[in-house]
């Protein structure tokens, strides 16, 4: 069974910077994407940035040129560089791994959630 533990939310202020953490352990042979997303209350749970098996990265637009996001050498760490935190960035963030079980199949897994709050 995938396990993601997430660690290093917390509250800042504005400007100021956090950095995520979500290591993932259990059987891992490949996997389609690691990912960050971040959830507020009543909102759908929405992608902040992506890494890909090969090492692609694709961020969403309101935390292009803020946020870095990265993988230690092994692969199943990932990490989040936030940088000039704003207000808008308070939410849930979650982690995310959708692991090969067959040639073409996913399974997703999803870590339990940290907060980030951004407040004055």
């Known amino acids: 069974q995938v396990q993601l533990a997430e660690s290093g939310g917390g509250s800042v202020q504005p400007g100021g910077s956090l950095r995520l953490s979500c290591a993932a352990s259990?059987?891992?042979?490949?996997?389609?994407?690691m990912a960050w997303y971040r959830q507020t209350p009543g909102k759908q749970r929405d992608l902040v940035a992506r890494i890909s098996f090969s090492g692609s990265i694709d961020y969403a637009e309101s935390v292009k040129g803020r946020f870095t996001c990265s993988r230690d050498n092994a692969g199943n760490t990932l990490h989040l560089q936030m940088n000039n935190l704003k207000p808008e960035d308070t939410a849930v963030y979650y982690c995310?791994?959708?692991?090969?079980?067959?040639?073409?199949?996913?399974?997703?897994?999803w870590g339990q959630g940290t907060q980030v709050t951004v407040s004055s």
């Open positions: 259990g059987p891992i042979p490949r996997y389609n994407h």
């Open positions: 995310f791994i959708d692991v090969y079980t067959t040639r073409w199949m996913v399974q997703d897994y």
